[in-house]
């Protein structure tokens, strides 16, 4: 048990399709993070949350979109997504965004765009 | 710009041979974090250094954090099975209004030859 649960576990979709992914935190963090996980770049921020508000996107295509309607429940959401975007997703929350405590990981959404 | 790299990218060793990953910084941090991944599951926060010149152990896990807090390194003694997976640091850099962001390094990917 992490503290950080993230559904579906995978999820396969058409690159036509919409669907978003969920992350929730049980541990009182005020910030929490979208990442993308894959083989040619291990850890690559996508975006952070503080307090409900969007404070960074990393270039980010807009077929991705966030929303954060509390400070323990963070979505992502999908829309026309192309091959390349198959990864694996992992949802992260901290204390605060100091940087001084650890980030908690969820188990990730395994992505696959057919 | 500011970034954690860190070397080597991957490792091969036999099982019983040790095994270290450094970790370099382009600016001085507050504190480094490590963190592991198995395979398939998601990262995990092992370890916490602040101070300079900090030594920390877990078992057969040596952390160490430089005398100018700009890099760190893991240090695994006789290693197992048990210990594949890749290894991250993470550093927090500012990243601008008064909020930092952690920086993940690329990570190590240690596998270990029964």
């Known amino acids: 048990e992490t503290g950080v649960t993230q559904t579906p576990r995978h999820l396969v979709m058409g690159m036509t399709n919409k669907k978003s992914l969920k992350c929730e935190q049980h541990l009182g963090h005020n910030a929490m993070y979208w990442y993308k996980q894959s083989a040619k770049k291990p850890l690559e921020l996508m975006f952070v949350y503080s307090l409900e508000e969007r404070v960074e996107n990393n270039s980010v295509p807009s077929r991705f979109s966030p929303e954060c309607p509390n400070s323990s429940h963070l979505f992502l959401h999908l829309h026309t997504l192309q091959p390349e975007d198959s990864a694996l997703y992992l949802c992260?929350?901290?204390?605060?965004?100091?940087?001084?405590?650890?980030?908690?990981f969820g188990d990730g959404t395994r992505l696959s765009i057919l | 710009g500011q970034q954690v790299m860190q070397i080597p990218q991957y490792q091969h060793v036999q099982e019983g041979e040790d095994f270290t990953t450094y970790c370099n910084s382009s600016t001085t941090l507050s504190n480094i974090q490590w963190y592991k991944q198995r395979p398939g599951g998601h990262p995990v926060f092992l370890i916490q250094?602040?101070?300079?010149?900090e030594v920390k152990k877990q078992k057969r896990l040596t952390f160490q954090f430089g005398e100018a807090k700009k890099n760190s390194s893991l240090h695994i003694t006789a290693t197992q099975t048990t210990d594949v997976g890749t290894y991250f640091c993470?550093?927090?850099?500012?990243?601008?209004?008064?909020?930092?962001?952690?920086?993940f390094g690329k990570g190590t990917k240690l596998s270990v030859i029964p």
């Open positions: 250094l602040v101070k300079s010149g």
């Open positions: 992260a929350s901290s204390l605060d965004l100091l940087g001084t405590g650890p980030q908690h």
């Open positions: 993470a550093g927090p850099l500012y990243s601008g209004a008064g909020s930092y962001q952690l920086t």
